[in-house]
């Protein structure tokens, strides 16, 4: 049936697009603009749009076409309902609740010339569960206007909001002057008849949900989504500014209310649609920031735009734990590691890449590895990769993102909390850790929380990324000279084009090399910091601008002096080194569990590499990866190296 009235509504359109064509040698196309801006709901959404290159005289109707399908036409679906704030928000109704839909905007002329917009990608959250109950006090006409605002707000809650198991309580009490609530649901209204209406409903609502009432909105000093005057989330910054249609907008938050859109009083209320449900997206905002509307955590949402067949690679956020020079990786053994990698390494090896899917019905992702296609799984407090033809709901993980940007060089982009869905305000998530490990820690919500945010970039971010790195094609080669048991020195010839440097250490060379000093201007640095006698260091300087950070060199090595002047001795950080063969383990001796490397001479697959314990069992079968890992008992092994039939045997100390 809708084919047939596709096919009359093509026909009768061409007809009349024919008959006045003949009455113009011209047909204008307009041109149309579908703002990137929307809001959503569960059953609505809401979008701008602007029309341009056509006189207004000759546009006959504009609006919004949606499908399911990624090229929706007037065809499919279409509306012209639109609200007027601040220009003409359009508004989409009776949508399906956690769908993903396909929107742009369109304009029709009288020529019957149809204009589109771009089309964005609308995915609908799940249709909220929110109930109230009248208290017996409630009587006569109280019981009237209140039913019906309850009934009204509730409404707009369950169809703009994903917010479930609030179960509201309305109470009349003849002794309060307007109406007050706390955070649950118990809501108290007054026998002014000017706040039993739905806008003061939905203003009592929000403090049920935690406005004004929750620690992350009153306690200023420990919370970073409030200051002293506004709310800083930046999902509701980006609803209000859609509603504003103003990108400077704020949303003004004191110790109790917010506006706009907060309908702090029976003045505010104005009784339309638009208010009623900017003040839910509002709400819905503020627990995808992270006020935990019903207890528990914030409201999962799309907060990743993914796309399920990109591949995207992992960083982490912050610099000390290898954002500039490592990524997350699956390793041959099946862990998951934050490696040193170059990005043409990590492009052209799919162990280094993710695949991330969003499931509309929950609002949490999978993660995928691309190459073995297992799945991130959280069990026993710990945060792994598993095999599995279905996902289950250890396999699920809650996305969040960060309110401040990550720069890197004139790129920006913003790191992402990945959490493992707990009905508490501190789940844990995924960390950083500094020896390249992947590790669980409780969630903090901080700005500062660096090492808990994780950047997520196509291989388009990379393209920009490497352009971005100008300053010098690499770091300048540096000179490092110990002073005494706890004092290095290092010196480099001034690089061309720099405006400062970025001086980076490590305890060997592979490792996540670690940030000592940022935007330095000098050439020469004392590094006095936390250092050991007669131990090995490695470091490298980058030259810095605003195109940028260069490229690394190879790093430079030295040894602080012993206790009382001698210089440093090899023998104390490396038992065995083969040096006929050129081969070199580090950190050795090392701890439990952590990587070892190796260092040679010999391109990795003319090499095989066993490891034994002390009676000759096999704790590692022969290999040519190099990303070893240390055995969890402390003990001597050994390290078979065969290369060209030869076998050489390096000793690893497990302290």
């Known amino acids: 049936m809708k ?37 959503r709901g569960a059953t609505v959404a809401f979008g701008r749009l602007t029309v341009s290159g056509a006189l207004a005289s000759t546009i006959k109707e504009q609006g919004f076409c949606w499908s399911k399908n990624p090229e929706p036409t007037i065809l499919d679906n279409r509306t012209t309902k639109y609200y007027s704030n601040n220009g003409n928000i359009y508004c989409i109704n009776n949508l399906e609740p956690s769908t993903v839909y396909y929107m742009r905007a369109y304009a029709i002329t009288t020529t019957n010339a149809v204009g589109y917009g771009n089309v964005i990608k609308v995915i609908t959250i799940p249709k909220g569960t929110v109930a109230y109950s009248m208290t017996a006090n409630v009587t006569g006409d109280n019981l009237t206007r209140l039913t019906a605002a309850a009934s009204s707000a509730v409404d707009y809650y369950n169809n703009a909001t994903s917010i479930k198991g609030l179960r509201l309580t309305v109470n009349f009490g003849s002794g309060t002057p307007t109406a007050e609530a706390s955070y649950g649901g118990y809501m108290t209204f007054g026998p002014n008849a000017s706040y039993q209406r739905t806008g003061t409903a939905l203003h009592e609502m929000s403090h049920t949900i935690g406005v004004g009432q929750h620690t992350y909105w009153t306690n200023t000093s420990g919370s970073p989504l409030r200051n002293a005057s506004q709310w800083l989330g930046e999902r ?39 208010l009623y449900y900017a003040n839910s997206l509002m709400v819905e905002a503020f627990g995808e920031d992270g006020l935990p509307p019903t207890n528990g955590f914030a409201t999962p949402y799309y907060a990743f735009e993914s796309e399920d067949t990109v591949k995207y690679y992992i960083k982490n956020e912050d610099t000390g734990m290898g954002r500039d020079v490592s990524f997350m990786i699956e390793n041959t053994d099946g862990s998951i590691a934050n490696r040193v990698m170059t990005s043409d390494d990590v492009l052209a090896n799919d162990s280094a890449a993710w695949y991330f899917s969003f499931n509309p019905v929950n609002c949490y992702y999978t993660l995928k590895n691309v190459a073995t296609g297992k799945y991130f799984t959280y069990s026993n ?3 792994s990769l598993v095999t599995k033809a279905t996902p289950q709901t250890g396999e699920y993980f809650q996305i969040m993102g960060a309110r401040i940007p990550t720069v890197i060089g004139a790129f920006n982009t913003k790191g992402y909390w990945i959490i493992h869905p707990v009905n508490t305000l501190n789940p844990p998530c995924l960390i950083g850790s500094t020896n390249g490990k992947i590790a669980t820690a409780t969630f903090n919500i901080a700005n500062s929380a660096t090492t808990q945010r994780w950047l997520i970039l196509s291989a388009d971010d990379f393209t920009k990324i490497k352009q971005l790195n100008t ?25 061309a084009n720099a405006q400062s440097y970025r001086i980076y250490r490590a305890s060997y060379p592979d490792s996540i090399y670690s940030i000592i000093k940022d935007s330095y201007t000098s050439t020469t640095y004392d590094d006095l910091t936390g250092l050991k006698p007669n131990t090995i260091y490695w470091y490298r300087v980058h030259s810095l601008n605003g195109g940028g950070e260069s490229l690394h060199a190879a790093p430079v090595k030295v040894i602080t002096k012993k206790i009382g002047g001698a210089d440093g001795d090899d023998g104390l950080t490396s038992i065995n080194q083969l040096e006929t063969m050129s081969f070199t383990l580090y950190p ?18 003319d090499i095989k590499i066993e490891m034994t314990d002390i009676s000759g069992k096999t704790i590692r079968p022969y290999s040519n990866d190099n990303n070893l890992v240390a055995p969890p008992a402390k003990g001597l092994y050994f390290l078979k190296i065969i290369h060209n039939g030869k076998i050489k045997i390096c000793k690893l100390l497990v302290e």
């Open 471 to 495: 300053p010098e094609e690499t770091s300048p080669a540096v000179k490092a000279t110990p002073i005494s048991s706890s004092w290095i020195k290092l010196e480099w010839d001034a690089a």
């Open 381 to 383: 407090n710990s945060i």
């Open 588 to 605: 050795n001796p090392v701890k439990a569990r952590q990587p070892v490397f190796i260092q040679n001479e010999y391109p990795m697959e």
């Open 3 to 39: 084919s047939l009235l596709s096919f009359l509504f093509v026909v009768l359109f061409s007809i009349d697009g024919f008959a006045q064509s003949q009455q113009s040698d011209t047909i204008v196309t307009p041109t149309v603009v579908t703002n990137p801006n929307y809001a």
């Open 236 to 274: 509701a910054l980006k609803v209000v500014r859609f509603l504003d249609n103003n990108n400077t907008s704020n949303v003004n938050a004191d110790s109790q209310h917010f506006w706009p859109y907060g309908i702090n009083g029976a003045q505010e209320d104005n009784g339309t649609e638009i």
